[in-house]
């Protein structure tokens, strides 16, 4: 009798460990996604279109690049198409936020985006949202130290500083 509920049991554990692990992979895979950058809107900005040919608008995580009308901030948007415009790109999602953006870490071409960003000098770490990614503050350390991209300027105003000087 006990080889019976033994056997009994035993599929039922490998079907139950098929599905739970079925759903995981899936849900892991709901939080990536692929496509192409379509555009670029700024810094920390862009539009990605995916193989259903819907259009995301991407804000890269734990980064603020420089306003359009702030020093640097058409640099800074150069620098990010440079990167990534036309090229296919990941994207991790972490979140979406008030806007409807879709929040993540962007790969383009094998180069992550949000770090590049920082180690050229054409974004801040983003204080406020940068949960999880202390190693961005020895990238932007290390850019500010050799004085790339914003960094040039003598007294470089943070965006989120720009945003409240400019209401």
């Not at 995301?56 to 150069?78: C, M």
């Not at 990941?90 to 979140?95: E, L, R, S």
Request: aromatic share 10%; net charge positive; proline share 4%.
């Amino acid at each position: 009798m006990l080889h019976l509920g033994t056997a009994l049991f035993i599929p039922h554990t490998k079907l139950s460990l098929f599905i739970l692990l079925f759903f995981f992979s899936n849900l892991a895979a709901a939080d990536e996604f692929t496509g192409r950058v379509i555009g670029v809107s700024d810094g920390d900005t862009l539009t990605v279109l995916d193989s259903s040919n819907t259009a995301h608008k991407v804000r890269l995580a734990a980064i603020d690049a420089p306003e359009k009308s702030q020093p640097f901030g058409n640099r800074s948007k150069q620098a990010l198409s440079d990167l990534c415009f036309g090229k296919l790109a990941i994207v991790t999602v972490i979140d979406t936020d008030r806007y409807r953006r879709t929040v993540g870490d962007v790969s383009c071409s094998g180069a992550n985006a949000n770090e590049a960003m920082l180690r050229s000098g054409m974004a801040w770490v983003y204080r406020k949202y940068a949960k999880g990614y202390g190693r961005f503050y020895s990238i932007e350390e290390r850019a500010k130290a050799l004085k790339l991209g914003l960094w040039l300027d003598t007294n470089p105003v943070p965006p989120w500083e720009w945003r409240k000087m400019d209401r």
